[in-house]
């Protein structure tokens, strides 16, 4: 049994799938009618990207959305870059709020880390800050799914190393 479970875990795919976005609220808790800030930064995009959508999920019985603002730097980057094409924020389903930023194509986006921006909400009642990543998505300028791939090249080793000691514990008592 040992044995088929560990050639399963030979087949098992050593890459994962990432992206790094951080929620950062102002506070650690709030009270009611709080202003409460939630900044988003962005981290590690795939370098072909012209489309990034986020979706933040939220209490909507503790949390009121309010606004979002753009990061400046991000809407109006050093030149020789223009900006974001378009930018939309909506309330898709209550709790869930949805940023989304189209660029010109890959060479517009600030860098391959940034500010996305500020969400504001206004506390309803007494609670600590807890925001959660919903999906991230990153599309090429074809409008294509862009999935990125962190190598982890510890799990094969760790691989390794199992089956070194088994084999070196099954000889050894032996």
């Known amino acids: 049994m040992k044995n088929l479970f560990i050639l399963l875990c030979l087949f098992v795919a050593t890459n994962a799938n990432a992206n790094l976005i951080s929620l950062n609220s102002d506070q650690a808790s709030y009270n009611t009618n709080d202003n409460v800030l939630l900044n988003i930064a962005v981290e590690q995009v795939a370098a072909e990207m012209a489309t990034l959508e986020v979706d933040i999920a939220f209490d909507n019985t503790l949390l009121s959305f309010e606004d979002f603002v753009f990061d400046s730097m991000m809407m109006s980057p050093p ?16 709790g869930l709020l949805s940023v ?4 010109f194509d890959a060479t517009e986006v600030p860098s391959t880390s940034f500010n996305l921006g500020i969400a504001e909400f206004t506390a309803l009642a007494d609670f600590t800050a807890s925001f959660d990543i919903a999906a991230v998505r990153q599309f090429d300028i074809n409008g294509d799914e862009i999935v990125s791939a962190i190598n982890e090249p510890a799990t094969g080793l760790l691989l390794f190393l199992s089956l070194f000691a088994l084999f070196r514990k099954k000889y050894h008592n032996a």
């Open 79 to 94: 030149s020789p870059a223009f900006g974001p094409l378009f930018t939309d924020v909506t309330l898709s389903q209550p």
């Open 100 to 103: 989304a930023v189209w660029w």
